[in-house]
């Protein structure tokens, strides 16, 4: 009986805690998005008579996400622009930033895609804007694209052998012959839905990534700190190799979005340099390159509170770091800080998963989610 009890409460217990990770976790980091401002006023407040991003969709379009989410569609395409290394997906010319949960509100069914057959669709809309070429494309795709393994949707259109209102002309080259398609209105839906995707609005949690080139010609114009960091490049060469890939780990994890993942450029920006009035700089941050104890107890357990970095205040919250929250292992933890000390200019040792360990050991008994306040950690006895 006793047993059975133990039994019963242990599979609740395994229940809820899946549920409070999943649900009520995934509430508290993304439930109460709401469309924002490009970038945020000095007082960290929407500015008047902004544009608000993301917007909803047009009727038509809204109709055609239904008809394309029916067609299955979302097998073969996804509508997510990854960052895999530093702007993959953006060399790819699938968009000009990453994704952001906030991109998604509006979805009722988030069209994230299962597998990439065919190319990203989060900006088709920027980069395809001839409706015919698209009508044709949904009608036959290898009529515009002859190795296409995009399927077919004849059944969307009339086809006739003369041109009338409304019709859109098929070229056959090898037989120099015609065709016509009349659109149905599921077609013309479907084609206003693929015209309206566009991502090519800013958020204050992720500005529009630089082509490479662009980086390289601010290098040129070197300030300082640009200085700063070419002689890391340099000087990285002559690292033994541990400390390389402890380095190269630890960037991973700072430019992942996904499990395992830290999340830290969304806010800290892949330049290290914060975001002005919210999110601090780690470049050249004395709590980054300072007392390696202070940075592992905010990389385990997050901060909140007033913190002063390079001289300027800041007044926000960082929930505890990782996907999910406050789940980096000693490992991940020791490679992101690791790298967040040596790059962007900074120069700093290295953390080991052992150093991890021992804070961990030392403040086992916080909750979880309690974050430090800056004053806290600078209270050495803690
Ligand atoms: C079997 C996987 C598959 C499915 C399902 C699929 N596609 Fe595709 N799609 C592809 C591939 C591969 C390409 C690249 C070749 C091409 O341009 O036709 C592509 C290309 C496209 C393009 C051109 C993209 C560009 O950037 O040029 C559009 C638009 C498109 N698909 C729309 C659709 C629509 C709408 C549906 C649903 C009716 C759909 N696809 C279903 C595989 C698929
Ligand atoms: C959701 C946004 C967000 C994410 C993600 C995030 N931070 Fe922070 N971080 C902040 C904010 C906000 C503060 C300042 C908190 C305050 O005002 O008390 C901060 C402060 C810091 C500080 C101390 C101040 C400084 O600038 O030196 C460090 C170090 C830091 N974060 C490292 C990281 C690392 C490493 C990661 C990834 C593992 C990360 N952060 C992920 C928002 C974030």
């Known amino acids: 009986m006793n047993n059975l009890l133990k039994f019963a409460i242990g599979i609740f217990l395994t229940l809820a805690v899946a549920w409070l990770a999943f649900v009520v976790g995934a509430r508290v980091q993304f ?44 097998t073969c395409h996804t509508q997510q622009v990854r960052m895999v290394e530093a702007g993959f997906d953006v ?70 052998e003369f041109s009338s209102d409304h019709s859109i002309e098929l070229f056959d080259e090898e037989n120099n012959s015609s065709r016509f398609i009349v659109p149905s209105s599921r077609a013309t839906r479907i084609v206003a839905y693929l015209q309206s995707l566009k991502q090519d609005y800013e958020l204050p949690e992720m500005a529009f990534i630089e082509e490479p080139e662009s980086i390289d010609l601010e290098k040129l114009s070197a300030s300082d700190s640009d200085l700063a960091t070419n002689e890391i490049a340099l000087e990285s060469a002559a690292l033994p190799d541990w400390l390389n890939n402890q380095i190269a ?19 800290h920006q892949p330049n290290g340099q914060g975001l002005a009035g919210q999110f601090p700089p780690l470049a050249g941050s004395d709590w980054v390159l300072g007392d390696k104890e202070r940075l592992i107890k905010i990389s385990i357990h997050g901060l909140m509170g007033e913190i002063e970095v390079n001289g300027v205040k800041y007044n926000n919250v960082m929930a505890p770091p990782g996907i999910p929250p406050g789940s980096l292992t000693d490992q991940q933890i020791a490679d992101v800080l690791t790298y967040i000390r040596n790059d962007w200019g900074n120069s700093a040792s290295a953390v080991s998963p052992f150093e991890v360990a021992m804070v961990r050991d030392k403040i086992k008994g916080r909750a979880p989610m309690q974050m430090w306040t800056a004053a806290e950690l600078n209270n050495f006895d803690n």
């Open 31 to 74: 439930g109460d998005l709401s469309p924002i401002s490009e970038s945020l006023g000095e007082d960290n407040e929407i500015p008047e008579d902004a544009d608000l991003f993301p917007m909803p969709l047009p009727g038509l379009a809204e109709l055609g996400s239904s008809e394309y989410l029916a067609l299955g569609c979302n």
């Open 91 to 160: 060399e790819r010319g699938w968009g000009k930033r990453p994704s952001m949960a906030r991109d998604y509100i509006y979805q009722k069914h988030v069209m994230l895609g299962n597998t990439r057959i065919g190319p990203d669709l989060t900006n088709l809309g920027t980069r395809v804007i001839d409706t015919e070429w698209l009508h044709k494309h949904l009608f036959e795709p290898q009529a515009v694209v002859p190795e296409s393994v995009c399927p077919p949707s004849p059944f969307l259109y009339d086809l006739r």
């Open 249 to 267: 780990s630890g960037k991973e994890i700072y430019m992942k979005a996904a499990p395992g993942g830290g999340l830290c450029f969304t806010c």
